[in-house]
C-alpha cells in the first residue's frame, strides 16, 4: 500500500500563489503516475495536473499556465506550485496516486489507486 499526505493549504487572496506538496510512503516503487484532483462543494471531483515516471505533465484547461506539477523522488513528494490565483480555484485539493496504465489528466478519479485525505485552498 501507499499512504499520501498533502499539506501546504490555505487562504489567499486573487493573484496569490500556493504551493501544495504530497508526501508519499509505503511501496512507493509501485507508483507509475501521480496527480493532483479539486473538488469544489457541489461539483465532482476533476482531475487538473498529473506526472508520470519519466516526469511527463499533463494539465487541464482551467489551469494550464498557471499550475505546474513537480515531484522529488528523493523525498517522495509530489509538489502542485499555483499561481494567479482565481476565487474558481477554491476546492479541497487532493493527491492521487496509481500503479499503472496511462497517465493524464484525462484519467478519472476512480482509476488511482491511493488518496491522499486532501488540503482546503480558499482564494478571495
Known amino acids: 500500500h501507499v499512504q499520501l499526505v498533502e499539506s501546504g493549504g490555505g487562504s489567499v487572496q486573487a493573484g496569490g500563489s500556493l504551493t501544495l506538496a504530497c508526501t508519499a510512503s509505503?511501496?512507493?516503487?509501485?507508483?507509475?503516475?501521480m496527480g493532483w484532483f479539486r473538488q469544489a462543494p457541489g461539483k465532482e471531483r476533476e482531475g487538473i495536473a498529473s506526472?508520470?515516471?519519466?516526469?511527463?505533465?499533463s494539465y487541464t484547461d482551467s489551469v494550464n499556465g498557471r499550475f505546474a506539477i513537480s515531484k522529488d523522488n528523493a523525498k517522495n513528494t509530489l509538489y502542485l506550485q499555483m499561481t494567479s490565483l482565481k476565487p474558481e480555484d477554491t476546492a479541497m485539493y487532493y493527491c492521487?496516486?496509481?500503479?499503472?496504465?496511462?497517465?493524464?489528466?484525462?484519467?478519472?478519479?476512480?482509476?488511482?489507486?491511493?488518496w491522499g485525505q486532501g488540503t482546503q485552498v480558499t482564494v478571495s
Open positions: 506526472i508520470d515516471s519519466n516526469g511527463g505533465t
Open positions: 492521487a496516486a496509481r500503479s499503472g496504465g496511462i497517465c493524464s489528466t484525462s484519467i478519472g478519479p476512480d482509476d488511482y489507486d491511493y
Open positions: 509505503g511501496y512507493t516503487y509501485s507508483i507509475h503516475c
